[in-house]
């Protein structure tokens, strides 16, 4: 697959740029810098890019993606207690034990100054559980102050304020620490429970097939293809990490570098008409473009067709990022007028599994009307990837 290096941002210029004040002489750097975020984000890109340099973010990181796996494979009842501790849930169902993925999710509440909401570099975190749900939060409101920074460009770019006012309007973003289980760790928890609850390790998934053009073969997905439908879905560069013994999660693990350079987050070019596979720094945040900032932008962002895939050959390989999802109300209302609702082109073998946009937003519709049928016609009784093991 081609490897596809990310326009990079860095922090600084992020705060340039988003500024209400630019001296003469940095003006012609603030215009370079906001077209080529525009060029990344709009529609003759990839609709994703990458802010470096963000500060603490490395520590951040460190200290809160190994808490992944180590709850992912902890026994349920020592998780729960956690959890209910730090006022963490979980949006998927974590009984199944052939699950692709474990997922710690937490509201991430957030001020409507942007000024205000912005990382505070001084803190130290203690890297175990006892300081687990105040790492969610300080790392959620860094990524909240990306975001919101980000929005401010986008809409002096394309005019007016409505991208960031539908983010102050909301003030609530979802974060999720995300766990993508090995091979080896689905086997091993199955096998553990069939004495027990007569489970068949025959049956054990891998992951789900999809084969987009002739010679791509892309199965054994951690995660199948999708659009977010919020307004900007922020990511960690994902941590990867090798174990030989999945039943012992503390021991015998080490971080390892990304398998072939890249961080096996895929997306769909439908200009191209082809899929890449991202390649970001360690240390950086990935920031992509969802449906409703498509919907918002009439056309001028265009949304990230994505997915996860698992490396070949790497059956001890787990994969770890933290995600936050900066949605608009629920209240919002979209306008379909002006807006190119057919201007993604999709190949017959993505239209098998993603729903069209045009079969879920109608003119007039809430955030909270279509979050509901986006999810129906994806992951419904009768959705397009029902009997699909998703996120």
């Known amino acids: 697959m081609e490897v596809l290096p990310l326009y990079e941002l860095s922090y600084s210029d992020l705060l340039l740029v988003s500024s209400n004040d630019v001296s003469p002489e940095e003006f012609g750097r603030v215009e370079s810098t906001r077209k080529a975020i525009m060029d990344a984000l709009g529609p003759i890109g990839p609709g994703l890019l990458s802010i470096t340099e963000v500060p603490n973010a490395a520590a951040l990181r460190r200290n809160l993606l190994p808490l992944a796996r180590k709850l992912a494979l902890m026994e349920p009842n020592h998780r729960k ?25 937490m509201q991430i509440k957030y001020s409507n100054d942007t000024e205000n909401t912005q990382l505070n570099s001084e803190h130290e975190f203690v890297s175990g559980y006892e300081d687990l749900g105040n790492a969610f939060r300080e790392l959620g409101v860094c990524m909240v102050e990306l975001g919101l920074r980000l929005a401010r460009i986008c809409d002096r770019a394309i005019g007016g304020q409505e991208l960031e006012q539908s983010l102050l309007e909301s003030g609530i973003a979802i974060a999720r620490l995300i766990h993508y289980h090995s091979v080896l760790e689905k086997t091993l928890l199955v096998q553990e429970a069939s004495p027990k609850k007569g489970v068949n390790s025959k049956r054990i998934r891998t992951g789900d097939e999809v084969k987009l053009s002739d010679g791509d073969d892309f199965s054994n997905l951690w995660q199948q293809w999708h659009y977010d439908y919020g307004i900007f879905t922020v990511l960690t560069a994902p941590l990867f990490v090798l174990a030989s013994n999945a039943q012992a999660p503390e021991e015998k693990e080490q971080e390892c570098a990304y ?113 509901r049928e986006t999810t129906k016609q994806y992951y419904g009784g009768t959705g397009l990837q029902s009997n699909r093991k998703l996120v």
């Open 259 to 371: 398998p072939h350079g890249h961080t096996y987050l895929q997306v769909f070019d439908p200009s191209k008409n082809n899929v890449f596979v991202v390649k970001a720094s360690p240390e950086s945040f990935i920031i992509q473009v969802g449906e409703s900032a498509d919907i918002i932008s009439r056309g001028k962002l265009r949304a990230t067709l994505h997915s996860v895939a698992r490396p070949s050959k790497f059956e001890h390989l787990s994969r770890e990022t933290f995600v936050l999802f900066l949605q608009p109300a629920w209240n919002k209302t979209f306008s379909t007028e002006d807006y190119p609702m057919n201007h993604s082109r999709l190949t017959e073998e993505i239209q098998k599994i993603v729903p069209p946009l045009a079969m879920r937003l109608k003119n007039g519709m809430t955030f909270a009307d279509f979050s």
């Open 81 to 105: 207690l956690i959890l209910k501790d730090h006022r963490l849930g979980s949006d998927v169902p974590l009984k199944n034990l052939e699950r692709n993925v474990s997922s710690f999710a």
